[in-house]
């Protein structure tokens, strides 16, 4: 077996079902293997995809696992040669697991390998090339110098924002949302560690395998990665887990190091926990007395796709009530999708889902409409014939 593509899910059937769809286009003429971890979810995920992907191997926990251990219980399943670990808030491009297979190939000091993630409206994600946290990485990260000196190479090394995004380059940190390992590399530095709960893993795993002498690359094939679509960031539990998770961190790796650079770090955490709590607690406080109640403007909506998509697509929009254009199109009668018909003020309006039948428009198209020409307030958006469904960053319309 050459690959084994390892996804945990939790709560997201819909995005878990796009995943997959993209990644069966993704795997044609690769010797694959997929494995589904479902830690626990209330939503029916797995009975909702296994109709449509029944040849995957499905893993149901009876409790939340946790991302770590639940990667590592389908990693001791698995048999690929290959490793790929794969958000479900995912979207894969047609050809982006080959390029990254054939540059793991060429690369056999390669522990791992990450590709250009982009939000939902085509911004290139700047997670997708990460330097280690050292104490003064991180310091310079905490301290904002790294978003107001991006391009510096100590002062940006956070997100690496000194290298070229068209080219494949060495990094440090490959994220989890999209992370291929070698597993001889996996079998010498170990598995995740189930210390990290959610938040860390990768940037420890990455670590461990720069200090077991392999390297770390970021090589410019696209996805789409919604982040964290399955997580709740107001919630108190994130903020406990995403900061204890640097703590982790640090006293793994840097507990050694000169208490005049570790403590004002596990310090500043400490503190941007607590600032992050008040302000949660304020804005609740807000909206509870009416304080706060920010009027959502309603989106517009323009459909590209097959003549019978469109059908489908406009008696959708007329149940759920939306404000909608419709253009039957596909990829080889307009293949810039909506760059070709974009006014130059479309941007001061309402925001805008471009929604694209995926069978009239293959995946890695869609994406690169996106990230050849991100536009503000445009999004981007998919229908699925198969299931009638429009995916969102925001939503899911069925």
């Known amino acids: 077996m050459k690959l084994s593509v390892i996804i945990v899910s939790y709560n997201v059937r819909h995005y878990l079902y796009q995943c997959l769809e993209s990644l069966e286009r ?45 990667n590592n219980v389908a990693i001791r399943r698995s048999t690929g040669e290959y490793v790929l670990l ?52 991180a310091f310079y990260k905490m301290s904002g110098l790294c978003r107001h000196f991006p391009k510096h190479k100590k002062m940006g090394h956070y997100y690496m924002g000194y290298l070229p995004w068209n080219q494949p380059a060495e990094i440090e940190v490959v994220s989890g949302a999209f992370c291929m390992l070698r597993r001889e590399a996996l079998e010498k530095v170990g598995l995740l560690d189930e210390d990290f709960f959610m938040y860390g893993e990768d940037i420890d795993l990455s670590y461990r395998l720069v200090k077991g002498g392999y390297r770390n690359w970021y090589l410019p094939e696209t996805i ?10 107001s919630s108190f539990r994130y903020v406990h887990v995403f900061y204890e998770a640097m703590l982790i961190f640090f006293k793994k790796h840097y507990s050694g190091a000169s208490w005049w650079l570790t403590v004002p770090i596990k310090t500043a955490i400490g503190l941007k926990a ?125």
């Open 86 to 137: 794969l958000n479900p808030d995912t979207v894969v491009g047609e050809q982006t697991i080959k390029k990254v297979l054939q540059h793991m190939e060429q690369q056999p000091q390669a522990g791992a390998a990450g590709v250009m993630m982009l939000k939902s409206d085509g911004e290139k994600a700047m997670e997708s090339r990460r330097g280690l946290p050292t104490p003064m990485t």
């Open 224 to 233: 789409l990665h919604y982040k964290g679509e399955s997580t709740q960031k």
């Open 274 to 398: 607590t600032l992050a709590l008040i302000q949660m607690q304020a804005n609740k406080a807000r909206k509870a007395l009416g304080f706060f109640s920010p009027r959502r403007r309603d989106p517009e909506y323009v459909f590209f796709g097959s003549e019978t998509s469109i059908q489908q697509c406009r008696e959708l929009s007329r149940k759920k009530g939306l404000t909608a254009s419709f253009v039957v199109a596909d990829s080889m009668t307009k293949p810039n999708g909506h760059l070709d018909s974009m006014e130059e003020n479309d941007h001061n309006k309402n925001p805008k889902y471009m929604v694209y039948d995926v069978e009239a428009y293959p995946f890695e198209t869609i994406l690169d409409i996106f990230q050849r020409q991100p536009i503000p307030g445009i999004y981007i958006g998919t229908y699925h014939p198969r299931t009638q469904t429009i995916i969102t960053a925001e939503e899911v319309l069925k």
């Open 26 to 70: 993704a795997l044609r003429d690769v010797d694959a293997e997929v494995f589904v971890v479902d830690n626990h979810s209330k939503d029916g995920s797995i009975q909702y995809v296994t109709e449509f992907f029944p040849e995957v191997n499905y893993v149901e926990s009876n409790h939340n696992l946790g991302f770590a251990r639940a």
